[in-house]
Nanobody
Framework: QVHVVESGGGLAQAGGSLRLSCAAS??????????MGWYRQIPGKQRDLVAE???????RYTDSVKGRFTISSDFAKNTMYLQMNSLKPEDTAVYFC?????????????WGQGTQVTVSS
């Protein structure tokens, strides 16, 4: 049973900072995490990619967070972080961690339960 757990959400003022963490556990031997990503969702909208990082260290950000958010990871510890600086009210959303695990032949995606980030103006 794979578990993905986010933490670190909360309330911040515009211009402030928050740091999100994600930890994955419970996957079987022979499987490898090759990609981890942060997504966010507001009520009534689809879940959108915020940032992702691969095992090779490649990163990708959505345009609205470039220069403000930084994704990092420790794949050896199955953890990932999102440092969010210069927060804006439009960053308010539920943030989800997604972990993609590969067997080499097939990939499997697992989601966390989400953590609320609220930015006040």
């Amino acid at each position: 049973q794979v578990h993905v757990v986010e933490s670190g959400g909360g309330l911040a003022q515009a211009g402030g900072s928050l740091r999100l963490s994600c930890a994955a556990s419970g996957y079987a031997r022979g499987f490898t995490i090759w990609d981890m990503g942060w997504y966010r969702q507001i009520p009534g909208k689809q879940r959108d990619l915020v940032a992702e990082i691969t095992l090779q260290g490649n990163t990708r950000y959505t345009d609205s967070v470039k220069g403000r958010f930084t994704i990092s990871s420790d794949f050896a510890k199955n953890t990932m972080y999102l440092q969010m600086n210069s927060l804006k009210p439009e960053d308010t959303a539920v943030y989800f961690c997604k972990v993609t695990i590969t067997s080499g032949a097939d990939d499997y995606g697992y989601w966390g339960q989400g953590t609320q980030v609220t930015v006040s103006s």
